[in-house]
């Protein structure tokens, strides 16, 4: 198999700086989610995919007590820091390593120092879960090299806990899940209640376009938390009239529109957002089972609109780029993907219409906001693992 042009560069980096070979070389991707969004943390469904884009991480076993990690992405910049204590945060890519140390130390383990070497090509703040990505191929390799018995899905929730309270970013259970258990060639529904996960193959002959819009999301993190405090003030308020609602997963529609008359009318259109959108997984999953792309792609547009004016968490450019997208004959449907504000739209298109579709987007982009979208086809693929 040819080897992958990062796994080589993290291993020949490695071995130049430390002076001998890695003892493992560990992939861990990104992801986009194919619908699903603003679930998570509702307790609903979600239906990501693990993609080509991935954290690489060659490592080995260090000298105590220091961790060294080189970030070649970042200029080389290096970071040490003691694996006995919990190490301080100081903002920056090292704070996630540093997050999973802490989680690992919370959790009564002691990691061993290493030497690292990092690099990824799942493109930073655009919605592909970069930073679950890092979590995931430090948290891998900590526990592979000490022998650890954590199982995948503990090393999500593990990395989940990382991010929530080292890193300080609220974030559901999503991005670190599927980082770790995602499966080539299918997409998985994940219950982020019960945990339980469900593959789906993704069907032959259609393919995954990521756009681009290559605007950043800057407002991310404050509207992320203002968007989960609306979700729990509707959850609040419908317990006084359904004590057993625990989550805006327990509640319908029909019992939104009945006892939700008196909240703020922000706060209504942010649950009537969560709850369609987890009857969209629920029916995308069936589409996707019967081979239905067509229902599959419009409950993706359906899906787009509902975040654009319910939950206000898309942006003009994201908008353009499904609005562009669907003009396309043979594309099924398109949608924003990730937690929005910028970011990356995805869309589910035939496989021979793809240069068709890349041409249209990047004209019809270019032509408005006079930039030009990165627009290409990735491939569902394996969470974490050691790669030889
Ligand atoms: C971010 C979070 C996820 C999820 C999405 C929105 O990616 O990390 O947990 O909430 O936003 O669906």
Known sequence: MVKHALHKKVKQSYTARFQQPPQLVVRAPGRVNLIGEHTD??????????????????VGVAEPPLTTVRALDIKNDEVIFSTIEVPSSVGGWADYPKAVLWALLERG?????????????????????????????????WVTLGQFDISLPDLALLCQKAENQYVGVNCGIMDQMISACGKAGHAMMLDSRSLERRYFPMPEGVAIVVSDSMVRRSLAASEYNVRRAQCEQAVGHLQAYLPEVKALRDVSLRQLKQFGRDLPEVVFRRARHVIAENDRVVKFAHALYGGDIAAAGALM??????????????????????????????????????????????????????PEFKAHIVTAYNERFGK???????????????IQ
């Open 41 to 58: 943390y509702n307790d609903g469904f979600v239906l990501p995919v693990a993609v080509d884009q991935a954290a690489w991480l060659a």
């Open 109 to 141: 383990l002691q990691p061993s120092p290493i030497n690292a070497v990092l690099a990824s090509d799942v493109p930073v703040g655009a919605g592909m879960s970069s930073s679950a990505a890092i979590e995931l191929a430090f948290a891998f390799a």
């Open 301 to 354: 547009v359906e899906g787009h609109r509902s975040l654009r004016d319910d939950y206000e968490v898309s942006a003009p450019e994201l908008d353009a780029l499904v609005e562009a997208a669907v003009e396309v004959p043979g594309c099924y449907g398109a949608r924003l993907t990730g937690a929005g504000f910028g970011g990356c739209t995805i869309a589910l298109v035939a496989e021979a219409a793809v």
């Open 372 to 386: 030009q979208p990165a627009v290409y086809v990735t491939h569902p693929a394996d969470g974490v693992a050691a």
